[in-house]
């Protein structure tokens, strides 16, 4: 049994928790002083180390369960009750997001790149919109 890509897909999810949790709170005081009219650079800067840190502990998470949905790992259940030998390749990735965790974890991806679009094309936007995004997917 090959245990490794789970024992480290939990840890991504982990740090990606933790991650979350740091950038909606860096984001929340970023917002918070900008509307008091203490801008602070350095909470914004947390928050988006923590924001790509937590972008990139989702793209590990969504590696491990592909690898262990391509590759037939049905030592674990998420492969075991979604996934078979007989399945195309099409439909192995489809297998992705049958289950109830997968579509979670597609959500959170596409919050992830949602919320790089928005650091890169509306800083306005940035700390409100991504303290509340941050929120959301620490409460994953």
Known sequence: MNLLIGNLGQASVILAFVAAAVAAYGYFQAARGRALGEADASWLRLARGAFFV?????????????????????????????????????????????????????????????????MKFNKQWEAPVLAVFAAVQASW
């Not at 399945?87 to 109830?100: D, H, N, R, T």
């Open 54 to 118: 937590h972008g990139a502990a989702v793209l590990a998470v969504v590696a491990c369960l592909f690898n262990i949905i391509y590759a037939h790992r049905y030592e674990y259940y998420y492969a075991w009750s979604h996934s078979s030998n007989h399945l195309p390749v099409q439909y192995m990735i489809s297998c992705f997001w049958e289950g109830q965790e997968g579509s979670f974890l597609l959500w959170i991806f596409w919050h992830v790149v949602l919320g790089l679009g928005i």
